[in-house]
T-cell receptor
Framework: SAVISQKPSRDICQRGTSLTIQCQVD?????MFWYRQQPGQSLTLIAT?????????ESGFVIDKFPISRPNLTFSTLTVSNMSPEDSSIYLC??????????FGSGTRLTVV | GENVEQHPSTLSVQEGDSAVIKCTYS??????FPWYKQELGKGPQLIID?????GEKKDQRIAVTLNKTAKHFSLHITETQPEDSAVYFC???????????FGKGTMLLVSP
């Protein structure tokens, strides 16, 4: 099964700054996704990270706020730009494999002050 | 788009009792239904899943049932243990490789 390493695990950031979250997978995967989980809430899909092309964003999420890169089949980054306290959430990377279905990284707990 | 409703939002049981969490979905095109367990400070972990060509699936103390006609599926945990305490999420997807839509989660508390 794919092992997902997500960095950083947590961070406290000043409003107006940006944070880039990294997701590294130990095997090539076709599908990679980024989710947001606000405190005490469920998971909401931000975007599908497409290898070699622009990410596909869900309604309510835009590239200027959440730019995503996916340079190859094992790595992706999500940047949270111009942060405000409302961006305080857990951000999760997810991949899909035929054997294990959807698996999630351990998440990045972001607090914006 | 797909909408997944999950009940109850919290569930408290005594150790050894059974726990049942129920979900309904709206999109008849959905064919893949996973369940996740999320412990505090961790990412969700897949515990069991079912596809629409199967009505029931069991893995030790955990089982999932699916009624495709009624568009609902349930998670059953028997002989609950304190380490089962966590938040459980149901989800639905069209293919299992497309995007997942999650329910709002159920906090399960198992008291010794």
């Amino acid at each position: 099964s794919a092992v997902i390493s997500q960095k950083p695990s947590r961070d406290i950031c000043q409003r107006g700054t940006s944070l880039t979250i990294q997701c590294q997978v130990d095997s090539q995967v076709t599908m990679m996704f980024w989710y947001r989980q606000q405190p005490g809430q469920s998971l909401t899909l931000i975007a599908t990270a497409n290898q070699g092309s622009e990410a596909t964003y869900e309604s309510g999420f835009v590239i200027d706020k959440f730019p995503i890169s996916r340079p190859n089949l094992t790595f992706s980054t999500l940047t949270v730009s111009n942060m405000s306290p409302e961006d305080s959430s857990i951000y999760l990377c997810s991949v899909v494999s035929r054997v294990r279905g959807y698996t999630f990284g351990s998440g990045t707990r972001l607090t914006v002050v | 788009g797909e909408n997944v409703e999950q009940h109850p939002s919290t569930l408290s049981v005594q150790e050894g009792d059974s726990a049942v969490i129920k979900c309904t979905y709206s999109d008849s095109a959905s064919n893949y239904f996973p369940w996740y367990k999320q412990e505090l400070g961790k990412g969700p972990q897949l515990i069991i899943d079912i596809r629409s060509n199967v009505g029931e699936k069991k893995d030790q103390r955990i089982a999932v049932t699916l009624n495709k006609t009624a568009k609902h599926f349930s998670l059953h945990i028997t002989e609950t243990q304190p380490e089962d305490s966590a938040v459980y999420f149901c989800a639905a997807s069209e293919t299992g490789y497309s995007t997942l839509t999650f329910g709002k989660g159920t906090m399960l508390l198992v008291s010794p």
